[in-house]
C-alpha cells in the first residue's frame, strides 16, 4: 500500500505541475500580445516626392500623441499618368506591404487622369481609398467605386452654389447649358433636384469636342431668359464663349454664370461669374488633413469592437475580395468628421463626396487689356456658416462694363396669345374670300392650323375674352397677336404612350412649350395646372352646375292631395275618429253633459251621440258649419276648441302647400343637384358627361367621393361643350356638367334648358402664362383695375346677360291654372255625388227591410207578452183549483163528521147561488163541478178566450204549449 501510495501522489503532482506550466505560458503570451504594438499602414499615391514626404512628416506628428498599442505608418509611390501602370504599382508597392488605407492624388502637371484604377483594384480587395484631387462624377457612384472617399467635392455640386446666387440676385428664369456627357447631366439633374422657385426656360445640350456651337447658342436670342448657366470644361468653353461673342449673346442685358473648368478659360468674357473652390489645389494641406481623419478614426476603432486587424490583402493575385476589417474601417471613415481641418470642417456623405465645401465667388474684369478673376464674394455651407453666401455687388461688373444687375429676362412687347372659342367668352367665324374681321366691332384675326395637316385657315374672334384682351393691352402697353389652339382642347396633364411620363396636351402645352405668351380663354383655374403656368388674378368667378332639359309636368288625379304625404293624410283622418270618439265619451259620462242634465228639454236628437259627434269633428276640419250634436260639458267643450286650433293649422298648411303644387306648377328639371341620387348611384337609362381633358373633369378625378362619377362619364365624355348641349337639346344627353357662367348663357337663350343644384367647386377663370412670366403681375394689376372700374360688370351685361329669352321664370308669375291642374278635384264631387245616390238606396232598401224586421218583432213582442199573460192566468187557476181541491177535501170531512150513515159523493156541491153558501166561486148558473173534474179556462176564469186584435188583412194565432197540459186536451193550450 505504501508505495502505491506513493504513486499516486507523483502522479497528482505532475498533473498539477503541468497545469502551473501551461497557464504560466498563457498568461506570458497574453501579456506579450497585450505589449505588442498595432501597426496602421497608410499608403500615398502622390504627385511628387515633396507631397510624399509631407505625408510621412504628418504621420509622424500624428504617432505623437497615440496609444502606446498602436501607431500609424507610412509609404508612398508616385501617381503614374498610365492607368495600367499605376495599377501595376499599387499591386506591387502598396498592397503587397499590407496596406490598411490608401491616400491618392494626382499625376504631376495632369489634371485629366482620374485615379480610376487605383480605386477600381482597392475597392475590389475592399481597401479603402481617400481621393484629395479628383472631382468628376463618376466617382459619386458607391456601386462602382465601393470604397471610394474623396476630400473635394464634385464638379456637380457647383449647382448648389448657383441656386443661392441666383436666389441672391432675384433670378427665377435662367437658361440651362450642358455638354451631353455624365457631368454635364450630373449638373442639370442636380439643379433640377434643389430648383423650386427657378424655373428652367431652356435646356441646351451640346456635343463636347465641337468646332462650332453657333447653331446651339442662336437660340438665346429668341429666349426670354437672359440668364445662362454654363458647366463646360475648359476646351469646350473656349470655342463655346467665341461663338456666343459672335452672336452678340455676352454683351449688355446677359448674365453668364460659369463652372470652375468654365471660368478658367482664356475666351470667358468680361463681367462674368464663376466659382473657385477654396484650397481646391492645396494637396499638402488635403493630406494632413486625411492623415488626422485617418488617425481620429483608428482610435475610435480600437476603443471600440476592433482589437487587431487581420486578413489584410498583401497581393493581387489572390481572388478573395472579402476583407471584413477593411469594410468596418471604411464605414468608421464615412461616419468621421473633422472639425477644425486646413481645408475646413472635413465629412462624407452616404456616397462618400466631400461635404461642407468653401467656394470663391469670382467675376472677370479686364483692367489694362489682361483678364483677370477678382474675388467679390465667399460661399460656405448652410450648416457650417450662418452667413452662407456673402457678395459684395458694388465690385461686380456685369457683361457691357454695367454695375447695374441685369434684370435677367428680356420683356417682349409683342406677345402671342392663344384662344378657343367657347361662347360667349369666345365666338369664332371662319373668314371667306375677301373678308376681313371688323375692328369696330372688336373682332380679331385669329388663324387655326390645323395639327394633322398644318393647314392654316383664318378665323375672326370676338366676345367677352376678346374685349378685355384689347382693354388689358392698353392698360398695360403691349400688342398681341391671336391664334386658335390647333387641339381644340385647353389640356390635360397625362401619361405619354403608356409610360410613366407624363405631359400636358392642349393650348396648356402650347405656353408651356413656349409656343405661347398668353391663354386668353375661360380658363379654370386649379392647383394642377398652377403648378406648371402661371395665372393672373381672376377676372371672373364661378362654379360648376349642371344643365337638364325641362320636363312637362303631368298632373295626376291625386295632384290635390301632393301637399301631405300620405301618412300625414292617414294620421289626419284617424285624428277626426280618435277625436269623436273622446268627445262622445266626455259628453256622454261628464254630469253636466246633455245625457245627465234631468230638467232640460232637450229631445233626443239634440243629444250629443257617437254620429252627431263625428259629424262635429268634420265640420271643424272642413270649417262648415255645425247646427246639432255640440258638446255641452265643459271637458268636452275645451276638446273641441283645442280640435278647431289643430284644424285651422291643418288648412292653412295644406292650403299653402296646395298653391305652390298647383298654382306654381312648371317644367322642372329631371334632377336635384350635384347629389341627386341618379347621379351618384348611376344607371344606362340616365347619362351625364362633361367636357374631356378639362379642368372640370381634373375636378371630378381629384374628388375621392366624386369617383364613381368620374368612371361614369369617362368613357362619355365630349370634346367641345357645344357637343353636349346640343346633344341636351336632342335629349341624347341627360345631363351637362360644365361651367356655371356658360350653362347659365345657354339657358337664359334656349328656354327648354334649365340649370339645376347649387354650384359646387367654386374656382376662378383667370389668364394663363408661362411660368415665371414678367407679365404675370401687370396683367392681375390690370384686371384687379377693370374691377374696381366696373368694367368686368359691364362685360358681363353686355354678353352673359344681354340677350336672353324671356322665357317664364320660376317662382314668380303664377301659372294659369286649368282643367288638367284642377280634375281630380271635379272628380272628387263627381265621386260625392255618385256616392250620395249609392247611400240614398242602401238607406231606402235598409228603412224596408228594418220595416218588416221591426213589424215582426212587434208581432213577437205582442205575442209574448199574451203568453206572460197566459202563464199568469194559469198560475192563478192552478191556485183557485188548488184550494177547490182543499175545500172539497174538508167539506168531505165534514160531511163524513155530520151524516155517518150518507157517503159524500159531492151530489149537495153547487146547488145554491155564488155568494149562498155553496162553497164555490161559480156563477149561479153555471153548474157545480164534479169531483174529480178539471176545469177548462173558461170554467176558471169566468171569462172569454182571448182574441188578438186584426191588423187590417191579416190575422194571426198562436199557439202556447205548455207542459202543464201537454198529455191535456189541445183545446186548453189555444189562445
Same mark, same amino acid.
Given at each position: ?124 480587395y475592399s481597401i479603402p481609398v481617400i481621393g484629395i484631387s479628383a472631382r468628376d462624377s463618376s466617382f459619386s457612384d458607391m456601386t462602382v467605386h465601393k470604397t471610394f472617399l474623396r476630400t473635394v467635392p464634385p464638379y456637380f455640386h457647383q449647382a448648389d452654389v448657383w441656386l443661392k446666387m441666383l436666389e441672391y440676385f432675384d433670378w427665377n428664369q435662367v437658361v440651362f447649358i450642358h455638354s451631353m456627357d455624365t457631368e454635364g447631366r450630373m449638373i442639370l439633374n442636380r439643379f433640377q433636384s434643389k430648383a ?63 463652372s470652375e473648368q468654365a471660368l478658367t478659360s482664356t475666351s470667358v468674357p468680361e463681367g462674368t461669374l464663376g466659382l473657385k473652390l477654396l484650397h481646391g489645389t492645396s494637396e499638402k494641406d488635403h493630406i494632413q488633413d486625411c492623415v488626422r481623419l485617418i488617425k481620429q478614426t483608428v482610435k475610435q476603432l480600437f476603443n471600440g469592437t476592433l482589437t487587431q486587424i487581420t486578413d489584410t490583402p498583401t497581393s493581387c493575385k489572390n481572388s478573395s475580395s472579402s476583407w471584413q476589417a477593411g469594410n468596418s474601417i ?148 403691349f400688342t398681341y397677336s391671336i391664334h386658335l389652339g390647333s387641339s381644340g382642347e385647353f389640356g390635360s396633364y397625362k401619361k405619354v404612350n403608356k409610360t410613366s411620363e407624363k405631359k400636358w396636351n392642349g393650348v396648356i402645352a402650347e405656353l408651356i412649350n413656349k409656343e405661347a405668351d398668353m391663354i386668353v380663354a375661360p380658363l379654370t383655374i386649379n392647383p394642377e395646372r398652377a403648378g406648371h403656368i402661371d395665372f393672373s388674378k381672376p377676372f371672373k368667378y364661378q362654379g360648376l352646375t349642371i344643365l337638364v ?100 293649422? /291643418?288648412?292653412?298648411?295644406?292650403? #299653402? !302647400? &296646395?298653391? +305652390? %303644387? ?10 336635384? @343637384? ?50 353636349? /348641349?346640343?346633344?341636351?337639346?336632342? #335629349? !341624347? &344627353?341627360? +345631363? %351637362? ?10 339657358? @337664359? ?50 354678353? /352673359? ?175
Amino acid at each position: 500500500m505504501g508505495p502505491r501510495k506513493n504513486t499516486m501522489g507523483y502522479t497528482i503532482f505532475l498533473k498539477m505541475t503541468w497545469k502551473m506550466e501551461n497557464l504560466l505560458i498563457a498568461v506570458s503570451l497574453i501579456v506579450v500580445t497585450s505589449s505588442a504594438k498595432q501597426t496602421f499602414k497608410i499608403a500615398g499615391i502622390v504627385s511628387t516626392d515633396q507631397m510624399g514626404r509631407a505625408l510621412e512628416d504628418a504621420v509622424r506628428i500624428a504617432n505623437q500623441d497615440m496609444p502606446s498599442n498602436l501607431q500609424l505608418q507610412a509609404l508612398y509611390i508616385k501617381m503614374d499618368a498610365n492607368p495600367i501602370r499605376s495599377a501595376l504599382n499599387l499591386c506591387s508597392d502598396v498592397i503587397s506591404k499590407g496596406i490598411h488605407t490608401v491616400i491618392v492624388s494626382k499625376p504631376e502637371n495632369s489634371d485629366i487622369s482620374p485615379p480610376i484604377s487605383v480605386s477600381y483594384t482597392c475597392g475590389f480587395y475592399s481597401i479603402p481609398v481617400i481621393g484629395i484631387s479628383a472631382r468628376d462624377s463618376s466617382f459619386s457612384d458607391m456601386t462602382v467605386h465601393k470604397t471610394f472617399l474623396r476630400t473635394v467635392p464634385p464638379y456637380f455640386h457647383q449647382a448648389d452654389v448657383w441656386l443661392k446666387m441666383l436666389e441672391y440676385f432675384d433670378w427665377n428664369q435662367v437658361v440651362f447649358i450642358h455638354s451631353m456627357d455624365t457631368e454635364g447631366r450630373m449638373i442639370l439633374n442636380r439643379f433640377q433636384s434643389k430648383a423650386e422657385e427657378i424655373m428652367i426656360e431652356k435646356v441646351i445640350k451640346y456635343p463636347s469636342g465641337s468646332k462650332d456651337y453657333q447653331p446651339y447658342l442662336q437660340q438665346l436670342d429668341s429666349l426670354q431668359s437672359r440668364v445662362v448657366l454654363l458647366s463646360a470644361t475648359e476646351e469646350d468653353a473656349d470655342q463655346i464663349f467665341r461663338d456666343a461673342e459672335a452672336l452678340n449673346l455676352t454683351g449688355e442685358g446677359y448674365a453668364w454664370i460659369v463652372s470652375e473648368q468654365a471660368l478658367t478659360s482664356t475666351s470667358v468674357p468680361e463681367g462674368t461669374l464663376g466659382l473657385k473652390l477654396l484650397h481646391g489645389t492645396s494637396e499638402k494641406d488635403h493630406i494632413q488633413d486625411c492623415v488626422r481623419l485617418i488617425k481620429q478614426t483608428v482610435k475610435q476603432l480600437f476603443n471600440g469592437t476592433l482589437t487587431q486587424i487581420t486578413d489584410t490583402p498583401t497581393s493581387c493575385k489572390n481572388s478573395s475580395s472579402s476583407w471584413q476589417a477593411g469594410n468596418s474601417i471604411l464605414q468608421a471613415l464615412l461616419a468621421a468628421k473633422l472639425e477644425n481641418g486646413n481645408t475646413g470642417k472635413v465629412a462624407f456623405d452616404s456616397d462618400g463626396d466631400r461635404l461642407n465645401p468653401d467656394y470663391y465667388i469670382q467675376n472677370v474684369k479686364i483692367e489694362n487689356g489682361q483678364k483677370k478673376l477678382e474675388d467679390i464674394g465667399y460661399y460656405a455651407d448652410p450648416k457650417v456658416s450662418s452667413n452662407a453666401l456673402e457678395i459684395k455687388d458694388s465690385k461686380i461688373i456685369w457683361p457691357g462694363k454695367k454695375t447695374t444687375k441685369p434684370s435677367g429676362i428680356n420683356i417682349s412687347t409683342e406677345l402671342k396669345v392663344v384662344t378657343l372659342e367657347s361662347v360667349p367668352f369666345v365666338y369664332t367665324r371662319k373668314m371667306t374670300g375677301s373678308d376681313s374681321c371688323n375692328w369696330d366691332k372688336n373682332e380679331r384675326l385669329c388663324p387655326l392650323v390645323n395639327e394633322t395637316t398644318g393647314i392654316r385657315e383664318d378665323y375672326c374672334c370676338w366676345g367677352y375674352c376678346i374685349d378685355m384682351l384689347i382693354q388689358i393691352a392698353d392698360m398695360v402697353n403691349f400688342t398681341y397677336s391671336i391664334h386658335l389652339g390647333s387641339s381644340g382642347e385647353f389640356g390635360s396633364y397625362k401619361k405619354v404612350n403608356k409610360t410613366s411620363e407624363k405631359k400636358w396636351n392642349g393650348v396648356i402645352a402650347e405656353l408651356i412649350n413656349k409656343e405661347a405668351d398668353m391663354i386668353v380663354a375661360p380658363l379654370t383655374i386649379n392647383p394642377e395646372r398652377a403648378g406648371h403656368i402661371d395665372f393672373s388674378k381672376p377676372f371672373k368667378y364661378q362654379g360648376l352646375t349642371i344643365l337638364v332639359k325641362k320636363t312637362a309636368t303631368e298632373s295626376k288625379l291625386d295632384s290635390f292631395l301632393q301637399p301631405f304625404e300620405d301618412t300625414l293624410w292617414i294620421l289626419v283622418a284617424l285624428s277626426v275618429h280618435v277625436v269623436a270618439l273622446v268627445l262622445y265619451l266626455l259628453d256622454r259620462f261628464s254630469p253636466f253633459g246633455r245625457f245627465k242634465l234631468a230638467k232640460n228639454n232637450d229631445t233626443e236628437e239634440d243629444a250629443l251621440n257617437l254620429s252627431s259627434a263625428m259629424w262635429f269633428a268634420w265640420g271643424v276640419l272642413l270649417n262648415s258649419g255645425i247646427g246639432e250634436g255640440t258638446p255641452r260639458s265643459f271637458s268636452a267643450r275645451v276638446l273641441g276648441m283645442v280640435w278647431a286650433g289643430f284644424a285651422m293649422i /291643418i288648412v292653412a298648411s295644406y292650403t #299653402a !302647400n &296646395l298653391a +305652390a %303644387f298647383l298654382v306654381l306648377d312648371r317644367p322642372e328639371a329631371s334632377i336635384t @343637384g350635384i347629389d341627386d341620387a341618379r347621379l351618384r348611384n348611376p344607371n344606362e337609362d340616365f347619362k351625364y358627361a362633361t367636357v374631356r381633358n378639362s379642368a372640370v373633369e381634373m375636378y371630378f378625378k381629384r374628388q375621392v367621393e366624386l369617383s364613381t362619377m368620374y368612371r361614369q362619364m369617362e368613357p362619355r365624355n365630349y370634346k367641345t361643350a357645344e357637343e353636349a /348641349i346640343q346633344d341636351i337639346v336632342n #335629349a !341624347n &344627353l341627360q +345631363a %351637362f356638367i360644365w361651367d356655371s357662367s356658360r350653362l347659365e348663357y345657354e339657358a @337664359g337663350q334656349n328656354c327648354d334648358l334649365i340649370t339645376v343644384g347649387d354650384l359646387f367647386g367654386r374656382s376662378g377663370l383667370g389668364v394663363g402664362l408661362q411660368k415665371k412670366s414678367p407679365w404675370t403681375s401687370k396683367i392681375s394689376m390690370a384686371i384687379l383695375k377693370l374691377h374696381e372700374k366696373g368694367n368686368m360688370e359691364d362685360l358681363d351685361n353686355k354678353w /352673359i346677360l344681354e340677350g336672353r329669352n324671356d322665357c317664364p321664370e320660376k317662382d314668380t308669375t303664377p301659372a294659369t291654372l286649368g282643367l288638367t291642374n284642377m280634375a281630380s278635384v271635379f272628380l272628387m264631387v263627381a265621386g260625392g255625388i255618385i256616392a250620395g245616390i249609392i247611400l240614398i238606396v242602401i238607406e231606402i232598401a235598409y228603412k224596408r227591410h228594418r220595416g218588416l224586421k221591426d213589424k215582426e218583432l212587434e208581432l213577437a213582442r205582442n205575442a209574448a207578452d199574451r203568453w206572460r199573460g197566459n202563464i199568469e192566468k194559469r198560475r192563478t187557476l192552478r191556485q183557485t183549483l188548488q184550494r177547490q181541491r182543499e175545500e172539497q177535501e174538508r167539506l168531505a170531512r165534514l160531511a163524513t163528521q155530520k151524516k155517518p150513515g150518507v157517503e159524500g159523493n159531492g151530489s149537495a156541491l153547487g146547488r145554491g147561488p155564488v155568494g149562498q153558501g155553496n162553497g164555490y166561486n161559480l156563477p149561479v148558473d153555471h153548474p157545480p163541478p164534479r169531483v174529480g173534474h178539471r176545469l177548462s179556462y173558461t170554467e176558471a176564469t169566468g171569462g172569454q178566450m182571448y182574441s188578438p186584435p186584426s191588423y187590417r188583412t191579416v190575422t194571426h194565432s198562436a199557439t202556447i204549449n205548455n207542459p202543464v197540459y201537454m198529455d191535456k186536451s189541445a183545446e186548453d193550450n189555444y189562445v
